[in-house]
């Protein structure tokens, strides 16, 4: 079946270091690939997302390409702020009768000043 | 645009109680979307409405769960007879079409339901 593995967390960085989240997939088809950001007490906010190979999504400082060779969704930042400190889920869909989301299990990231 | 708006925010229940939760989808979307956040889990499909249909209730468990998204008002995700491991993070996302691949889904703030 489709499904979305994310890396375990809590990923601690200091500021200013640079973050990757690994996201990968399993799906069948082409799915549309999505990073959601989610603060602390709050609902899910779009973050990024790609719909093809080799589509580079970004916003707000992040990135992630979709690569459909190593079926991977990695996101990246150069520099992380105190900010970022949020719960990260990566996601996909693959739309036909239905458009749910399939979410990996999210990866706290805690920044330090 | 006001964004996708939930109520209640918080819901405490006994054991045995209804819950229900309701959920405005944002300006001109038809598309209703609910997902559950179970404690230190990702979030999980429940069902997906368009107006006064039911598309896919695939991830909504057979019994004491029902959602409805009619004509007018809110869409509304109801839990009978609640039991403890009801008690999660119900999220509400809406869509304004259901086909095309770029097609975003925006969520609300979420309810957070507490069995006790």
């Known amino acids: 079946g489709n499904s979305v593995t994310q890396m375990e967390g809590p990923v601690t960085l200091s500021e200013e270091a640079f973050l990757t989240i690994n996201c990968t997939y399993t799906?069948?088809?082409?799915?549309?690939l999505f990073w959601y950001v989610q603060y602390p007490g709050e609902g899910l906010q779009l973050l990024l997302k790609?719909?093809?190979?080799?589509d580079k999504g970004s916003n707000k400082g992040f990135e992630a390409t979709y690569r459909k060779e190593t079926t991977s969704f990695h996101l990246e930042k150069g520099s992380v702020q105190v900010s970022d400190s949020a719960v990260y889920f990566c996601?996909?869909?693959?739309?036909?009768?239905?458009?749910?989301?399939?979410f990996g299990t999210g990866t706290l990231l805690a920044v330090q000043p | 645009n006001a964004g996708v708006m939930q109520n209640p925010r918080h819901l405490v229940r006994r054991r045995g109680q209804e819950a229900r939760l309701r959920c405005s989808p944002m300006?001109?979307?038809?598309?209703v979307y609910w997902y559950r956040q179970l404690p230190e889990e990702g979030l999980k499909f429940m069902v997906y409405?368009?107006?006064?249909?039911?598309?896919?209730e695939s991830g909504m468990p057979k019994e004491r769960f029902s959602a409805e998204f009619p004509k007018e008002g809110p869409s509304i995700l109801r839990i009978q007879q609640v039991v403890r491991g009801d008690s999660a993070a119900y999220f509400c996302?809406?869509?304004?079409?259901?086909?095309?691949?770029?097609?975003?889904?925006?969520f609300g703030p979420g309810t957070r339901l507490l069995v006790l």
């Open positions: 996302a809406s869509s304004d079409t259901g086909g095309p691949r770029e097609e975003t889904q925006y």
């Open positions: 799906a069948t088809g082409y799915p549309s």
């Open positions: 790609a719909t093809k190979a080799d």
């Open positions: 996601a996909l869909r693959y739309g036909g009768a239905t458009n749910k989301l399939i």
């Open positions: 300006k001109g979307h038809s598309h």
């Open positions: 409405l368009q107006k006064e249909n039911i598309i896919d």
